[in-house]
Every structure is written in C-alpha cells, then in structure tokens.
C-alpha cells in the first residue's frame, strides 16, 4: 500500500523516501509531497522527527491493485524525482505525466506557478 506525505525537512541533509518507480529527495531546509510513498512506521517517522524532519501523512492511498489512474491530470503538479537522475511531471494522485527529463528541467518546472505548470501540462499531453 502507498502513502502520500507532507515533509518539512528542517535538518541539515537532504532526506530520500521511497516512492513507486524509485525515490524523491527532499533537500535540507525545503518542503514537499511525496506521493505514492512506501508506507512508513510510527519508529521511521519518530526517527525523522529526531532529526528535525516532520513527516505527516496527508493521504492513506488505497492498496495497489485497486488504484486506477483517473483519465485527466489533476493539478497541482509537482516535477518528481525517480531516480537515476530522472524526473517526471506528477499530478496530484500521483499519476505520472508526459515523458521523463534530467534535474534542470525538474527545477525549472518545480520554479514556475500554478498556472504554467498547468500550462505545460497541457504542452506535454497534447497529442503529436
């Protein structure tokens, strides 16, 4: 089963959560979702919270057979990290979007507004 998390990393290191497809780092001093995490313990959570990491759990999920992608991206829109120096574009359910691109281009993305990520969103799934 997956989780989705809020965490606000006020230590000094950047924090890796195991997510669906790989891993999203939080940087030191930064905040953010990690969708579609792997389920963390109260002792994980208590051990983050040591280190000045507070990790709250905005989302149960439902188990992974019964998640069904919806058919539309749902904002807001998040550039995650999948590891191996990949990044793709996520919606709020977690649901990947578009093709996949290198940390520069997640950094751009993750820097824009609502409004122009939505708008390249739709760039990215408009049909060719």
Same mark, same amino acid.
């Given at each position: 089963m997956t989780k989705s998390y809020h965490v606000n990393n006020t230590s000094p290191v950047h924090k890796a959560f195991k997510v669906r497809g790989g891993h999203q780092v939080v940087a030191a001093g930064k905040e953010a979702d990690v969708l579609n995490a792997r389920e963390l313990s109260?002792?994980?959570? /208590?051990? %983050?919270a040591r280190d000045g990491v507070k990790v709250k759990l905005i989302s149960k999920g439902k188990p992974e057979k019964e998640q069904t992608p919806p058919s539309e991206p749902v904002p807001p829109f998040t550039a995650h990290d999948k590891g191996g120096g990949w990044w793709g574009i996520v919606d709020t359910n977690g649901q990947s979007i578009g093709k996949n691109f290198r940390t520069d281009e997640a /950094?751009? %993305?993750n820097a824009l507004d609502d409004e122009a990520k939505a708008a390249k969103v739709v760039e990215l799934t408009k049909p060719e």
């Open positions: 109260e002792a994980q959570i /208590d051990t %983050f /950094d751009a %993305f």
